[in-house]
């Protein structure tokens, strides 16, 4: 095994922190292989729980590697998680307004300087009532493009169960199942180096979730949806945001 990446002073926080909270779970990692273990890597994930980030970021940092994860601009300003979220890294991510382009531009930075950036391109947890990823946003596709790294796909189920962010239930109790899956990395070569258009961008979007989702149905046994479920609400659109 080579070397860990080395964190700062605030992922060894944000790691006193997360460590706990993922151990509600009992975790399982399936295709750990599959994360590099130097370079850039753009990580695309769905998401089912407030206790997704925890667990992700203990995935990633047990496979020796630090996660830079894109997250929504207000949490950047909550006391003390938001100085552990800027000082490991985090990328602040404006949804639905001009800046999100800045926080694409961090993004790249951070794949240049080869980072793993883990994004949720859902840009919320899944509104599908069944769980299953819904129609994404542009901007995780967006970067995939315009930056020649792999780009790796991943499912995680479980931590729904521990947490459901919408009816606010916490049941720890039994100790639930959570499963973390990478996937290959997806083969964009069809579409690098096209016109970035809105229409190849949502096409490219739902290259990558539908890998996500065939993940995530290996993960729980089960067949998915033939279609991505559309919140009403605006937003969950094909608006370009960063997730
Ligand atoms: C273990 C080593 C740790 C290394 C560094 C980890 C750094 C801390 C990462 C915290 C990441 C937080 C990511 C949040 C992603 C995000 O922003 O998702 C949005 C949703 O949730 C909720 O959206 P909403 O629909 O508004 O409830």
Redesign the pocket.
């Known amino acids: 095994m080579g070397e860990r990446e080395r964190?700062g002073f605030?992922?060894g926080a944000?790691?006193s922190v997360?460590?706990p909270l993922s151990w509600l779970g009992r975790r399982t990692y399936l295709g750990a292989d599959k994360l590099p273990a130097t370079g850039a890597a753009l990580l695309v994930m769905n998401?089912v729980s407030?206790l997704?980030?925890p667990n992700d970021?203990?995935f990633?940092?047990r496979n020796r590697r630090?996660?830079r994860?894109?997250?929504?601009d207000s949490?950047f300003h909550v006391p003390l998680f938001g100085r552990?979220?800027a000082g490991?890294?985090?990328i602040p991510?404006y949804r639905g307004s001009a800046e999100a382009r800045d926080s694409l531009r961090a993004a790249h930075q951070a794949l240049r300087e080869g980072k793993v950036v883990v994004i949720?391109p859902e840009?919320?947890?899944t509104k599908d009532p069944t769980g299953w990823p819904m129609k994404a946003r542009t901007g995780a596709a967006r970067l995939a493009l315009e930056n020649d790294v792999p780009v790796i796909p991943a499912a995680r189920w479980g931590t729904n169960h521990i947490w459901d962010?919408y009816t606010k239930k916490f049941h720890p109790f039994p100790r639930k199942e959570v499963t973390t899956a990478l996937g290959d990395p997806i083969d964009l070569s069809a579409y690098r180096g096209l016109p970035v258009t809105s229409a190849l961008l949502r096409e490219v979007t739902d290259v990558m979730m539908r890998e996500v989702r065939a993940l995530l149905a290996g993960v729980r046994g089960e067949e998915p949806p033939a279609e991505f479920f559309r919140a009403s609400a605006r937003g969950a659109s094909s608006d370009e945001s960063a997730g």
């Open positions: 964190g605030w992922v944000a790691a997360f460590y998401h407030h997704d980030p970021a203990v990633v940092h630090v996660p994860f894109m997250a929504k949490l552990m979220l490991s890294g985090g991510v949720y840009g919320t947890i962010g």
